[in-house]
């Protein structure tokens, strides 16, 4: 990516909804009004956090066993033409966030993207997502 390229605004986190028993719910807000938790949110993120450190080993095994990008990866609209003209085909396997430039054209993307797993966000226009609705598992 050259210094002139933009990189695409992404947000620090992906909002998710759960659904919790009334029994939980009554817990988890008698623990915040205990104090051990600012709110429902610092709770539910600390206990995410601490079942991922349980299975980090887990995690650290499976990526390098799938061979998968950690973290987040941008693939700009350069990166496919390049792609392209090497005559490769990617195979797009992150665990985090994986990003498709909004400038790519829909007939970029598929010469040269040949699958996509993401575990995580896929941040891409709607026609891309919708083009390459076969290639994404």
Not at 110 to 120: F, H, K, M, P, R
Request: proline share 1%.
């Amino acid at each position: 990516m050259t210094t002139n390229e933009l990189k695409p605004k992404v947000a620090d986190s992906e909002k998710i909804t759960i659904n919790l028993g009334m029994i939980d719910l009554g817990q988890i807000d008698l623990l915040v009004s205990e104090g051990f938790y600012s709110n429902r949110t610092d709770l539910i993120r600390t206990a995410i956090r601490n079942q991922l450190n349980t299975h980090a080993d887990v995690v650290r095994q499976t990526v390098a066993r799938r061979s998968l990008v950690l973290g987040m990866h941008h693939y700009s609209r350069a990166d496919l033409e390049a792609a392209q003209q090497a005559g490769v085909r990617l195979q797009i396997q992150v665990l985090g966030m994986a990003s498709i430039a909004a400038d790519v054209p829909v007939e970029l993307a598929l010469a040269t993207i040949e699958s996509i797993s993401v575990l995580g966000a896929l941040h891409a226009s709607s026609a891309v997502k919708a083009a390459l609705a076969e290639r994404i598992q």
